[in-house]
Each structure stands twice: as C-alpha cells, then as structure tokens.
C-alpha cells in the first residue's frame, strides 16, 4: 500500500540533454538518461528501445515500516515511433499530473476498465431481441407467436431502434415509434410494448445497461402515450361481392405472397396458419390439410377441406418451395412470412383500385382499408347470407370454438364432407363471378 504525499524530492543531478542524433546512436543495454526532462531514459534490452519516465508519485511504507519516496517507471511508448522531442513532451505532461495530485499509472487504470464496461455495455437493441426471440423460442409451443414476435420487432422497431447501442435508448425513443401505431393498431402496439420490456429486462439483467426499464408502462409510458378507452373493432372486412373481383386482381400479381393471400381467401384461415403451412401437412389424396395443434389458437388440430381451386394453388407453386420448410416462405430468407408482407400488398392493391374507381378495397361499414383477417368475416357474412349451411358448419371452417356437445357431435359424423362441400361452393363463388364480369 502507497500513500500519495506529494512532498517535493530531493533533486537528482540533471543528466545531460542529449540530441535526437545523439540517441539514435545509443545501443548498449541499459537506462540512458537523455536529459530535457528529469527521469526520462531510453531503455535497450537486446536491441528492444523503449522510452521509460522514472518518477516519484509521493510516499510508502515499506515492510520495515520505513517512509520512503515511492518510485514508479512509466512507459512512453517505443523508439524511434516516438521520437525523442515527443517523449519529453509526453514526460512533461504526466510530470504536471503528478503534480497536481493525479496518479497517471491509476488513471490509465480507471480508462482501460471504463473502455472494458463500455465494451460490454454496448449491445444493439437488434443483438439483445436476437437472444431473447431465441430463448422464446425454446418457450413458446405456438409457432405463429415465434414468428410474431420476430416480424412485429422487425416491421415497427428494428428500422428506428434496432441497430442502437440498449443503454442509449431512452422511454421517449420508445415512445416516439410506438406512437404512429398507439391508436390504429392500439393492441399491436400494445403488444409489442410488452416484447420490448421483455428485451430490456434481459439486457437490464446481463449489465448492457443501468437503471428503470425504459419500456415500463406504469409511471413511465403511460403518461406519453395514454391509455385508450376504445371499444374493439371487427378487422375491416370486404363485401363478398367484392371478393371474385379482388381475386382476379390478386391473380395479375406474382410473387409468394398474392399466392398465400388467395389461398388465406379460398381456406378462411387465419393468417399465421398460412404463414406456418408445411408440405407435409397437405393430403393431396383426400384433398384435406391437416393443421397440428401446436399451430391453432384453440389447440386442437384442424382438419381444413381443400377445394379444387386451393389443390390447383398448391400444385402451382410446389416446385418453386417444396424444398423449404414452409409453403409460403419468405422470398429472401425462406423462413416465415410476416403479416406485413401480406398489409403490405393489399395496401399496393387498394391503392391501385383507388386510381381507377376512387374507392379502392374498403371495409364500407368502417371506411377502412381492408385486411388478410378480414376475409374470415368476409366468408362468414357470404356462408350466412347466400348458403343455408347449418351455423356450427361455418363456425367449424373458421375453426371457432363450438359448445362440447355440438363439437362431438360434429367429430362423429359426417361434418368433414359438409365443410368441403361448403368450401368447394366458396371457391366456385368467386371463380363464378369472374367469369360473369
């Protein structure tokens, strides 16, 4: 243990001032005083040149209980990449933070492990949610969650915060992204509220940075962003009538995804059981796609009727991504699609309607564009309206939750045939409308 006591030593005899050529010719082994600044030398071991500053930083007691002057050597870097007139102004300047009580060797000390914190701190939001979406994914049995929690980080949150450093992000930066969505899509963003909590509760416990959780609701966000007393409101829906039309514009489109839209459309299913579809899952014999448990939201497995028109659909892209996972992978990365891309294209779409009708495709009952869960309402008004179809038949196509005895009911007899019968005049439908146009 030292003690800085920043008594003035006694004065060492001044070495010679040596010049620049002078110390280029040095070569022996050893300390070379070269003067300009008391205790700075040149030290060569086996050709190795170094600059060392030798100075007193105050007092010590030895192990005899002696006070003496406590010497230290301080490295000013090697010759001749430092020259010489750099060493004595690197000399002078740590001479001067002696003496104004500052311990240069501590100081280094105190950067080097700041330097080593900051390191350590500075994970991106996007590395941090990585980590977290991966050990959800150990968690959750639903693939469709998984798969939103990636596309929902990716499509609101990455763009803005994805790439900064965790510890920099702050409640108003959080605010700041989730308030384009707080109303429109109040429970989304809601959702993904909570995911980014989640995100900073893992950063927050692996030291990436320190304090309250950004992200936290009460007392924090709820102040900036409010909480909204909103009645739910059904997904904006398109007429029915409109649907044969729709399709037909849907048709002019290539790519992955018109082709999982259409067939969301001919299946009545949800969208995140299209987005999962696998291969293996399809009965081309029996015309029949076998949802697994793990994927409905009621989880029970779902057994949907393919009509012609959905098998045709199959058939069409199957050598295009029968060697991926999923049916409908994305493009780029063959993994899952995201709900997006699906928002996405029917905004395209309405757009394109709208220049040449002014209407475009929108719910009339909301005045809101339309949506890829819409079209479940969609059949159901058309199964309700236009088909005589008993109820818990069309309730069982959208995979809703039937009474138990209703549903046994079903389960033992004949309803498969009843649900592919009412899919097959679905698809003829629309295809029948088309061709009256």
């Keep these: 243990m030292w003690v800085l006591m920043w008594d003035k030593p006694p004065m060492p005899k001044k070495a010679k001032e040596l010049s620049a050529l002078s110390v280029a010719k040095i070569k022996e082994n050893g300390r070379h005083a070269v003067g300009g600044v008391d205790g700075l030398h040149l030290r060569i071991v086996d050709g190795s040149r170094a600059w060392v500053l030798r100075v007193a930083v105050g007092k010590k007691v030895d192990d005899h209980g002696k006070v003496k002057t406590h010497r230290r050597d301080i490295g000013l870097g090697s010759f001749p990449e430092v020259s010489l007139s750099e060493a004595r102004e690197k000399a002078r300047e740590l001479k001067k933070k002696i003496r104004d009580g500052i311990d240069p060797l501590q100081e280094k000390q105190e950067r080097l492990n700041a330097l080593k914190i900051q390191k350590h701190r500075a994970k991106t939001f996007r590395e941090c949610a990585e980590v977290v979406i991966a050990k959800k994914t150990l968690e959750l049995k639903n693939q469709k969650h998984i798969g939103q929690w990636s596309s929902t980080l990716e499509t609101y949150i990455y763009p803005t915060l994805g790439d900064l450093i965790v510890g920099?992000?702050?409640?108003?930066?959080?605010?700041?992204?989730?308030?384009?969505?707080?109303?429109?899509?109040?429970?989304?963003?809601?959702?993904?509220?909570?995911?980014?909590?989640?995100?900073?509760?893992?950063?927050?416990?692996?030291?990436?940075?320190?304090?309250?959780?950004?992200?936290?609701?009460?007392?924090?966000?709820?102040?900036?962003?409010?909480?909204?007393?909103?009645?739910?409101?059904?997904?904006?829906?398109?007429?029915?009538?409109?649907?044969?039309?729709?399709?037909?514009?849907?048709?002019?489109?290539?790519?992955?995804?018109?082709?999982?839209?259409?067939?969301?459309?001919?299946?009545?299913?949800?969208?995140?059981?299209?987005?999962?579809?696998?291969?293996?899952?399809?009965?081309?014999?029996?015309?029949?796609?076998?949802?697994?448990?793990?994927?409905?939201?009621?989880?029970?497995e779902h057994r949907v009727p393919l009509s012609q028109q959905a098998i045709n659909l199959l058939e069409s892209i199957q050598p295009y991504t029968q060697s991926h996972d999923f049916i409908f992978p994305a493009p780029r990365t063959g993994e899952?699609?995201?709900?997006?891309?699906?928002?996405?294209?029917?905004?395209?779409?309405?757009?394109?309607?709208?220049?040449?009708?002014?209407?475009?495709?929108?719910?009339?009952?909301?005045?809101?564009?339309?949506?890829?869960?819409?079209?479940?309402?969609?059949?159901?008004?058309?199964?309700?309206?236009?088909?005589?179809?008993?109820?818990?038949?069309?309730?069982?196509?959208?995979?809703?939750?039937?009474?138990?005895?209703?549903?046994?009911?079903?389960?033992?007899?004949?309803?498969?045939?009843?649900?592919?019968?009412?899919?097959?005049?679905?698809?003829?439908?629309?295809?029948?409308?088309?061709?009256?146009?």
Aim: proline residues 5%; aromatic residues 10%; charged residues 30%.
């Design 168 to 300: 920099t992000i702050t409640k108003v930066d959080i605010a700041t992204v989730l308030e384009p969505i707080w109303i429109e899509k109040n429970e989304t963003a809601k959702r993904i509220r909570g995911r980014i909590e989640t995100v900073f509760d893992y950063a927050k416990a692996m030291g990436y940075f320190v304090g309250d959780n950004p992200a936290e609701w009460k007392g924090n966000l709820e102040p900036i962003l409010g909480n909204l007393k909103q009645e739910s409101r059904p997904h904006p829906s398109l007429p029915y009538e409109q649907v044969a039309g729709f399709i037909q514009h849907l048709g002019q489109k290539k790519g992955i995804s018109p082709k999982a839209l259409e067939f969301a459309i001919l299946t009545a299913c949800r969208s995140g059981e299209i987005f999962g579809a696998k291969w293996h899952e399809i009965d081309f014999k029996n015309k029949v796609w076998i949802i697994p448990k793990e994927r409905m939201k009621a989880e029970k």
């Design 336 to 437: 899952m699609l995201s709900d997006m891309s699906l928002t996405t294209l029917i905004r395209r779409l309405h757009e394109q309607k709208f220049k040449e009708n002014s209407i475009g495709y929108i719910d009339p009952k909301q005045n809101r564009i339309i949506t890829t869960h819409g079209f479940r309402s969609t059949f159901r008004d058309w199964s309700a309206d236009k088909t005589d179809y008993p109820r818990e038949v069309c309730e069982h196509v959208l995979a809703h939750k039937l009474p138990d005895e209703v549903e046994a009911a079903y389960l033992r007899g004949a309803y498969l045939e009843k649900r592919k019968s009412l899919m097959t005049d679905w698809a003829e439908f629309c295809s029948k409308q088309i061709l009256l146009e």
